[in-house]
């Protein structure tokens, strides 16, 4: 695991506890929606898709970097 997959567990690990200590975030949405978004595991999981669509990776099928991050 690179810099980038420890980032994107990190926060996404860091959300979904969240969401389940503070369950007045989602107090206010329906039920069916509050019933998704209660557990933490949801959130968690979809901006763990969302950061790894999002942030910038490696080139696939290389080991170097992908040159449009601004790593170096």
């Known amino acids: ?24 975030l989602v107090a206010g949405a329906p039920e069916q929606l509050r019933v998704l978004l209660e557990t933490g595991i949801v959130p968690a999981g979809l901006l763990a898709v969302s950061l790894n669509l999002l942030l910038p990776g490696r080139v696939r099928g290389t080991d170097s970097p992908d040159p449009r991050s601004s790593t170096g």
């Open 1 to 24: 695991m690179d810099r980038r997959d420890l980032l994107i567990v990190a926060v996404a690990l860091g959300v979904g506890p969240g969401m389940a200590g503070v369950p007045e």
